[in-house]
């Protein structure tokens, strides 16, 4: 059975691609990371979810990516596919979503392409360009003795799964604003991002889950990353209780698009401008580890088989 990671291992293999956040090409002196990320009813889609919700996720999930390697955001492709039954009102929600989240990352949508179709689901797929400046941020530069922090907090997507799929096996309530919260994100004003990234070492965002963000960081740098406590949203520990919020957050939290990333002792100052909070160290060795919990298994989304272990 065709799998996601297998899938991907493969795509980069034959035709020589290194595996990160966003693809790096140069051309002269110009230097621009691209990225095209999707959105498919049938796959992403959550009962709670407005199409102007829609909208603000496809932008963002696609931003995120050229945002932590270094990049500011200049301009976006729409490829969309709607079906026929799809009115003009869920139409323009989805667009004014897709504009609003535009405008606030600076992102000119100059075109695309369209199909209507007689069957097939929803589907939105954005592709991003930004202007790298500075150094490019890739998942190989952490270094034993680096600090890792992470912006935002974790599990507010974890949380509103569980409610959205399976309401009564949750002791909470989600409001509205955490629905918001949810389509935006955690990414860090861009901003304060670009004004510290220089001395970041390794950086990536957290769209396959807090858990196997933190294995790709590990193996891409070749270290040992040694956590001592994540900052969970409250949200979540309302719905499960602490200990079962800690496992939502590691391995159920995909697509909240937390930046991920390592800076050398001494510049912890930075982390307010960011939002962020520093969670661990980065040590000699290999692996994830969480003080008080122990190792933390390679473990998240897989498209093709849902949450697994990755190979």
């Known amino acids: 059975m065709l799998r996601e990671d297998s899938l991907l291992e493969r795509i980069t293999r034959f035709f020589g691609i290194e595996l ?8 002269g002196d110009l230097e621009l990371l691209l990225k095209v990320d999707s959105f498919d009813w049938n796959l992403h889609m959550l009962p709670l979810l407005t199409l102007r919700r829609v909208g603000i996720k496809s932008v963002v999930a696609p931003v995120s990516d050229v945002l932590v390697k270094g990049g500011s955001p200049v301009a976006a492709l729409l490829s969309l596919r709607v079906p026929r039954s799809f009115d003009e009102g869920r139409l323009h929600q989805l667009l004014a979503g897709v504009r609003e989240a535009a ?3 600076g992102l000119r949508v100059v075109g695309g392409d369209t199909d209507v179709a007689e069957e097939s689901p929803l589907r939105l797929d954005v592709f991003v360009v930004a202007r790298l400046t ?9 270094r034993p003795g680096d600090i890792i922090a992470i912006t935002g907090r974790v599990g507010l997507a974890a949380a509103v799964q569980a409610f959205s799929l399976n309401p009564g096996e949750v002791g909470c309530q989600l ?10 994100g955690n990414l860090p004003d861009p901003r304060a991002w670009l004004a510290v990234k220089e001395v970041v070492g390794a950086s990536l965002d957290n769209s396959d889950g807090l858990a196997l963000s933190l294995h790709y ?5 070749s270290v040992r990353l040694e956590l001592e406590e994540i900052p969970l949203h409250p949200l979540l520990l309302e719905c ?17 698009y937390n930046f991920i990333f390592t800076l050398p002792e001494g510049h912890e100052e930075l982390l ?6 520093p969670i661990g160290r980065v040590k000699q060795g290999g692996g994830v580890y969480l003080r008080g919990y122990g190792e933390v298994r390679k473990f998240g989304w897989v498209g093709g088989v849902g949450y697994a272990e990755r190979i």
């Open 20 to 27: 990160d956040d966003a693809s790096l090409i140069r051309l």
């Open 103 to 105: 405008e606030k990352y």
């Open 134 to 142: 500075g150094r490019y941020l890739s998942r190989r530069g952490a």
């Open 175 to 184: 409001a509205d604003r955490h629905l918001e919260e949810y389509a935006w």
């Open 217 to 221: 960081l590990s193996e891409s740098s």
């Open 240 to 256: 499960f209780g602490e200990e079962r919020a800690l496992e939502r957050a590691l391995y159920y939290s995909g697509e909240e």
């Open 272 to 277: 307010r401008s960011i939002n962020a909070t």
